[in-house]
Nanobody, 124 residues
Framework: QVQLVESGGGLVQAGGSLRLSCAAS????????MGWFRQAPGNEREFVAA????????LYTDSVKDRFTISRDNAKNTLYLQMNSLKPEDTAVYYC?????????????????WGQGTQVTVSS
C-alpha cells in the first residue's frame, strides 16, 4: 500500500504559478512511476504528466508542455508539479498517482494508488 497526500492547490490569477506537492508513505516511493492527473467538473480524469522511478524520464500532455514541470525527490518521498503561466482551463482537481509499471504511463488504469486531490482554480 502507498498513501498519497497532495497539497499546494489554491486560487491564482491567469499567468500565475503554483507548486503542487504529493507526499508518499508506505512502500518504497522510488519503486513507483508517479503521475499527475486532473479532473474538471463534468469531465473525465485526464493525464497531465508522469515521471519515471529515477526521475530521468518524463512525459507531458501537450497542453501543459513548456508550462508545467514534474519532478520527484526520492529521498523525501515527494512528488512535485511546478505550474507556470496558468490558464483558466487549467482549473481542476489535481491528483497524484503511483504506478507499479516499469515505464511512464499516461492512462489512469495503469495507476494503482491515488491521492484525494487538491483544487486548483485559475481566474481570468
Amino acid at each position: 500500500q502507498v498513501q498519497l497526500v497532495e497539497s499546494g492547490g489554491g486560487l491564482v490569477q491567469a499567468g500565475g504559478s503554483l507548486r503542487l506537492s504529493c507526499a508518499a508513505s508506505g512502500r518504497t516511493f522510488s519503486r513507483y512511476v508517479m503521475g499527475w492527473f486532473r479532473q474538471a467538473p463534468g469531465n473525465e480524469r485526464e493525464f497531465v504528466a508522469a515521471i519515471s522511478r529515477s526521475g530521468e524520464g518524463t512525459l507531458y500532455t501537450d497542453s501543459v508542455k513548456d508550462r508545467f514541470t514534474i519532478s520527484r525527490d526520492n529521498a523525501k518521498n515527494t512528488l512535485y508539479l511546478q505550474m507556470n503561466s496558468l490558464k483558466p482551463e487549467d482549473t481542476a482537481v489535481y491528483y497524484c498517482a503511483a504506478s507499479s509499471a516499469l515505464y511512464v504511463r499516461a492512462t489512469p488504469l495503469h495507476y494503482d494508488y491515488w491521492g484525494q486531490g487538491t483544487q486548483v482554480t485559475v481566474s481570468s
